[in-house]
T-cell receptor, first 117, second 112 residues
Framework: GAVVSQHPSRVICKSGTSVKIECRSL??????MFWYRQFPKQSLMLMAT?????????EQGVEKDKFLINHASLTLSTLTVTSAHPEDSSFYIC?????????????FGQGTRLTVV | GENVEQHPSTLSVQEGDSAVIKCTYS??????FPWYKQELGKRPQLIID?????GEKKDQRIAVTLNKTAKHFSLHITETQPEDSAVYFC???????????FGPGTRLSVLP
């Protein structure tokens, strides 16, 4: 199946700094990518929909100035957590749909565990 | 918008028994229903999916059923094995597959 690669897999940062997470579709073009946040033992909560060449669409309650999303190419979307605080510590995961296949399957990156100290 | 509910939240079965997880959705326009398995610390992986023009689909020990009228779909795992232990998420997607709405997940434990 298609491959979505996410980096880094783990990151520890100091409070007040910014962290950038990359999501790449390796063997298909993804006009749309999705960013999720997952708390321990909880479901995947959609944060925003990242559209290539245009502004991201954020879900209600997600601060767009805090979670900056850039989708500059058909294979790369980035999520930047700005001025991170301990409450931003979480598991962040991206996904992309490969519309080139018969099934509209979502492929997930391996996730990024962010710890803000 | 779409709302997906999933039950039970936790499920423990003895190895070899069957496991059933049920989901309901609210948007009658949804037409694609995937199931994902997420092992601890790993990414969700698609295990089976079904479209609204099909009532049932089976792949070895895994099957999914869909009732469009009642707007619910279920995952059935037969002859469970310890490696089936994971969190399972159902999802519903509208035409075009622009977005999935995930259920809250079911933590399945298969006891040896």
């Amino acid at each position: 199946g298609a491959v979505v690669s996410q980096h880094p897999s783990r990151v520890i940062c100091k409070s007040g700094t910014s962290v950038k997470i990359e999501c790449r579709s390796l063997d298909f073009q993804a006009t749309t990518m999705f960013w999720y946040r997952q708390f321990p033992k909880q479901s995947l909560m959609l944060m925003a929909t990242s559209n290539e060449g245009s502004k991201a669409t954020y879900e209600q309650g997600v601060e767009k100035d805090k979670f900056l999303i850039n989708h500059a190419s058909l294979t790369l979307s980035t999520l930047t957590v700005t001025s991170a605080h301990p409450e931003d510590s979480s598991f962040y995961i991206c996904s992309a749909n490969n519309y080139g296949t018969a099934n509209t399957e979502a492929f997930f990156g391996q996730g990024t565990r962010l710890t803000v100290v | 918008g779409e709302n997906v509910e999933q039950h039970p939240s936790t499920l423990s079965v003895q190895e070899g028994d069957s496991a059933v997880i049920k989901c309901t959705y609210s948007d009658s326009a949804s037409n694609y229903f995937p199931w994902y398995k997420q092992e601890l610390g790993k990414r969700p992986q698609l295990i089976i999916d079904i479209r609204s023009n099909v009532g049932e689909k089976k792949d070895q020990r895994i099957a999914v059923t869909l009732n469009k009228t009642a707007k619910h779909f279920s995952l059935h795992i037969t002859e469970t094995q310890p490696e089936d232990s994971a969190v399972y998420f159902c999802a519903a997607s509208s035409p075009g597959g622009q977005n999935f709405v995930f259920g809250p997940g079911t933590r399945l434990s298969v006891l040896p």
